[in-house]
């Protein structure tokens, strides 16, 4: 006896196209994204989020997802196209981060800590111990004050300004990767203005006591002087830096997507 086979089978293939779809750039931009993508988290950890976030999503973008091509090479466009958006807008968030390590290297070089060299879970590179600190916080303030949902809502609004299927705008891509360059190694200066004041007085004044008192190793006296004060300003200044950073991480996740 032959049984007619469902229509619901026959639209499985496409249903299962736009999943993965969503996912593929769901996936790229999460594995960037500071907290989400950090190398000391678990891969089925990484790909579980992507697809509780792809199941959350799917609804909404699902009509900006093209039909499913006929042919293997538009699929595989397709696919590699929304690969290479998600690691593009990813890694434009991920630069953000950027900032807390032009902080650190200046506030260690100021302070007399550039030798205290670590490695950085957020960055997967070896940084002064400084910028280190400050990207864990940055990471744990970004959780605790919920500005990862607006990392989650960056997603969606992804699809409204890179549509599936349509060749993005490079030109726009790379304009903001330059724009977001400069604005980092700004945002950093900023956040360590205070140490490089500090450090040039407590310098210039080593030279002209050094040239005063040429037998003195004054170095040996102003250097662990110079430490407690960079202590001391840090142990004052963490939490404006950090709610400078958390401001401007803000901004840019709002001004990236903007329709």
């Known amino acids: 006896m032959n049984f007619p086979v469902p229509l619901a089978l026959d639209l499985l ?3 299962v196209f736009v999943y993965f779809a969503i996912f593929t750039r769901v996936a790229a931009m999460l594995m960037m994204f500071p907290g989400f993508g950090e190398r000391n988290i ?3 950890i990484k790909i579980l989020v992507s697809v ?3 199941m959350t999503i799917a609804p909404v973008v699902r009509p900006h997802i093209p039909p499913m091509p006929t042919e293997l090479a538009p699929m595989l466009l397709l696919i590699g196209m929304e690969v290479a958006i998600g690691l593009a807008l990813g890694t ?3 630069m953000t981060t950027g900032a807390l390590q032009v902080a650190g290297q200046v506030i ?3 302070t007399g800590l550039a030798y205290a060299q670590g ?3 957020t960055q997967g590179i070896q940084t002064t111990l400084v910028g280190t600190f400050l990207a864990m916080i940055a990471v744990t303030m970004i959780f605790t004050t919920n500005l990862h949902h607006l990392m989650l809502e960056s997603i969606v609004e992804s699809y409204w300004v890179f549509t599936p299927g349509a060749l993005p705008a490079i030109e726009d891509l790379t304009h903001k990767a330059v724009s977001t360059t400069a604005a980092l ?5 900023r956040m360590s203005a205070p140490f490089l004041v500090v450090g040039l007085t407590v ?4 030279g002209i006591l050094s040239r005063l008192m040429p037998a003195v190793q004054i170095f040996f006296i102003v250097m662990p002087m110079n430490i407690m004060i960079g202590f001391s300003l840090m142990a004052m200044l963490i939490s404006t830096m950090m709610m400078a950073y958390l401001n401007y991480f803000e901004i840019y996740l709002v001004e990236l997507l903007m329709r």
């Open 92 to 94: 434009l968030v991920r």
């Open 42 to 44: 678990p891969a089925r």
């Open 52 to 54: 509780v976030v792809v």
């Open 119 to 121: 490695f950085d879970p």
């Open 13 to 15: 293939p496409a249903e």
């Open 185 to 189: 190694f700004q945002m950093g200066m």
């Open 203 to 206: 310098y210039m004044g080593v």
């Open 108 to 110: 260690a070089f100021s």
